[in-house]
Each structure stands twice: as C-alpha cells, then as structure tokens.
C-alpha cells in the first residue's frame, strides 16, 4: 500500500517564525494530497489541500507545494502564532478509491 | 459549511456490551463515509470504507463482525463495536466525502470511547 513518511514528528518555532513540515509518498499515481491540523481532543479539520495537476497552493499564511517527480510535498506556515499550535497530518489518496493514508504526523509549538 | 457531526462525543461502557456511534454530514450528501481509529499521540488508522446503500470494505485486520458499519442514508452512517473489551478503547473519528466525485474529506469531531 502507499508509504506515507513525515517529518518532523516535532517541531518548535517562535512566535512569527515560518514552520515546514514535509511529506514523502511511494505511489508515483498519487493525484490528492491534503494536510489537516488536530487540536488535542478534536477532529482533524483540512485547512489546505493540492492535487497532482498543481504545484503549489496558498491561502493566506498557509502554503503547500508539491514536487511530483521527488515524490514528496510540504506544508508552509508564515507567520506562526500560538494558536498554530497542535498536530498536522499529511495524508494520500489512496490510488484505487477516495481513502486516504496520513503520515504520523508532527506535533508544532509556537512560543510566545 | 461541510460540517460532520459525531455522536456521543464521549462514552463509558463496560465490557461486553455494544456501542453505536453516529456519523453524520449536516450540510451535504455523502455517498462514501470513512471510519478511523486513532491511539494516543498517532496518526489515524482506517478501519473502513463505508458506501451508502452497499456492504463497507473492511481494511485488513478490521474484524467485520466486531466493528458493524451502516450507512443507510446519504447523511448518516453508524459503527457498532459489538462486545467491547477494554482493548477497543479508543478515539473514533468518521469522515465523509460529499458526493459528485470529489477528493475531499470532513471529518467528525471524534467520540472518546471508554471500555471498563
């Protein structure tokens, strides 16, 4: 099945810094690919997605690229506030349906 | 909008009875709802795929008659863990993908379930 790597599995910013969480996959037939941000206790929530027609994607102080031929894309935090704090996932299209398979995911702070 | 909804958002059972979750898109159809299990501080785990008006595909190591999947409407689909044990206590959390071929999940906000 599809190979869904993350890193980093943590990762610590100060207040107004930019976060980059990357992502790798092993289906190269790979065509949707979203990141969604959990709060402790919550539902994960999609705050942006991109799909294999696109390279890059932006709403507002989030980003994501992805490079098709390195099979991997990675998700752009400008500006980090506090409240950016909490854990995202990147997930895959599953080839053969609409499922999708999620990194481990990576757990940002942003410090004051 | 794309609002899913989960209920309860919490539950205490002991061991040996059943638990129904409810998973419900509030403002849209969804012919294809998912369930996933997640263990503290990991990722999401799918368990199924659930599609209105036909059987759901279990994933591997997913005991079909252990976790029962309905999804009788467009909006609604449930997950009965039958005869819980403490080891079924998790974190469940649908999603649903509104129909007309999009890519696209929204997830529930997830029901806590405890197993005495």
């Known amino acids: 099945g599809e190979n869904v790597e993350q890193h980093p599995s943590t990762l610590s910013v100060q207040e107004g810094d930019s976060a980059v969480i990357k992502c790798t996959y092993s289906?190269?037939?790979?065509?949707?690919f979203p990141w969604y941000k959990q709060e402790l206790g919550k539902g994960p929530q999609l705050i942006i997605d991109?799909?294999?027609?696109?390279g890059e994607k932006k709403d507002q102080r989030i980003a994501v690229t992805l490079n098709k031929t390195a099979k991997h894309f990675s998700l752009h935090i400008t500006e980090t506030q506090p409240e950016d704090s909490a854990v995202y996932f990147c997930?895959?299209?599953?080839?053969?349906?609409?499922?999708?398979?999620f990194g481990k995911g990576t757990s940002l702070l942003v410090t004051p | 909008g794309a609002v899913v909804s989960q209920h309860p958002s919490r539950v205490i059972c002991k061991s040996g009875t059943s638990v129904k979750i409810e998973c419900r898109s509030l403002?849209?159809?969804?012919?294809?709802m998912f369930w996933y299990r997640q263990f503290p501080k990991q990722s999401l785990m799918l368990m199924a795929t659930?599609?209105?008006?036909?059987?759901?595909?279990?994933e591997q190591g997913v005991e079909k008659d252990k976790f029962l999947i309905n999804h009788a409407s467009l909006t609604l689909s449930t997950l009965t863990v039958t005869s819980a044990h403490p080891e079924d206590s998790s974190f469940y959390i649908c999603?649903?993908?509104?129909?007309?071929?999009?890519?696209?999940?929204?997830f529930g906000p997830g029901t806590r379930l405890t197993v005495l």
């Open positions: 999603s649903a993908r509104p129909s007309g071929g999009v890519d696209t999940q929204y």
């Open positions: 289906d190269s037939a790979s065509n949707y």
């Open positions: 991109i799909r294999s027609n696109v």
């Open positions: 997930a895959v299209r599953v080839n053969s349906g609409y499922a999708l398979n």
């Open positions: 403002d849209f159809q969804a012919t294809t």
């Open positions: 659930s599609n209105e008006g036909s059987k759901a595909t279990y």
